[in-house]
Nanobody
Framework: VQLQASGGGLVQAGDSLRPSCAAS????????MGWFRQAPGKERELIAV??????YYADSVKGRFTISRDNAKNTMYLQMNSLKPEETASYYC???????????WGKGTLVTVSS
């Protein structure tokens, strides 16, 4: 299984981005999928999870970010609204039976939020 994240970029504070994570090699419809992010000098943090009939958001993104998936396309998305400069980070997608310990990782996509 390979995960490919894309859709990062440079935006201004308050703008929106919608990175995506495309999976290949195996259907991930039965797996939990999630987004992590890692800011410079900080630990990687889990910010959103999606699995059948369940979503989770870290408090820091709740109400502004929306995770979704299209199983037909084997792709996951993260709609990020009202972005803040402190959310500048590499954003990673992951999948697994337990998202806290992913079986699969994608390479990060960089999101830079300018003030």
């Amino acid at each position: 299984v390979q995960l490919q994240a894309s859709g990062g970029g440079l935006v201004q504070a308050g703008d929106s981005l919608r990175p995506s994570c495309a999976a290949s090699g195996h259907s991930l419809s039965g797996y939990a999928m999630g987004w992590f992010r890692q800011a410079p000098g900080k630990e990687r943090e889990l910010i959103a999870v999606i699995r059948p009939n369940f979503t989770y958001y870290a408090d820091s993104v709740k109400g502004r970010f929306t995770i979704s998936r299209d199983n037909a396309k084997n792709t996951m998305y993260l709609q990020m609204n009202s972005l803040k400069p402190e959310e500048t980070a590499s954003y990673y997608c992951a999948a697994g039976t337990r998202i806290a310990y992913p079986d699969y990782w994608g390479k990060g996509t960089l999101v830079t939020v300018s003030s």
